[in-house]
């Protein structure tokens, strides 16, 4: 192998390690207003025809009530929140809150009710590892002890009720289609969080079921944010080493290249 080959294959090795490491940039969060409440236990959050502010909106097609879209680029960090939408043009009081039995109704621990609950949707620009915290909202004075679950896909379909009860660790919860559970986190702390960190996940999109934890038998209805925090999944070091045997091998056939020519004069 000359040099000039060795080169061109340092050059393209080099340019993949890039792509793979490389955050990007671009993110963004909307919502919905469509029958919001400030309990988080009506039925009509987030429904339909939908009235998205705060940037472009989602293609969505599914019937499943979608509350809030986040656009998440590797390397970014997106918060979900009141604030954040009323900055965006929402109502002064919009609101986003959940009922206290929305995720966990305390029958079996894996059953919620969906008339209580919100739902996200989520899209990753790039593969990513994805850490998810939930928690009550703070500043608006939330006591929520919050829990989630994070299915792979949208609803595509054009069934879904989300006023009955369903499980929070199944896949297609309230008659959607097309949702795959990839897993789950609460707390049992009022005022708390609920987190999960997500490795790997190819890029695409997300559903995020969003409620109240009722575990040991209490809970309060409270508001809530979200954080969606991306980033690269890690390059294997068999790529590194790779990349640095092709650039060692670069320098000696430079070196072997350098000793032929001085031989020859």
Known sequence: MNAHTLIKCTVTVLSALWLFTEPTAQASVVYNLTGWDSTGTGGADGGFPSNWVGGPTPTYTGSLNAMWYANVGAGST?????????????????????????????????????????FGLIHFEGQSNLSITVAADASLGSSLKPGFSLFQG?????????????????????????????????????????????????AGTYTLFVGGNFAGGTGAPGKYTVSLTASPVPLPAAAWLFGSGVIGMLGLARRQFRESRETMN
Do not use: C, I, M, Y
């Not at 900055?87 to 079996?108: E, I």
């Not at 199944?170 to 490795?199: E, H, I, K, R």
């Open 154 to 202: 949208w609803d595509v379909g054009s069934s879904s009720e989300r006023v009955q009860p369903f499980q929070n660790n199944a896949d297609n919860p309230l008659g959607t289609n097309g949702l795959l559970f990839q897993g789950s986190a609460s707390t049992t702390t009022s005022g708390g969080n609920a987190v999960q960190l997500f490795t790997n996940l190819p």
């Open 78 to 118: 997106e918060t979900v929140s009141s604030t954040d939408a009323r900055s965006k043009g929402a109502d002064p009081t919009f609101a986003l809150a959940v009922g206290p039995r929305a995720w966990n109704d305390n029958t079996s621990g894996t059953q919620g009710q969906g008339h209580g609950s919100d």
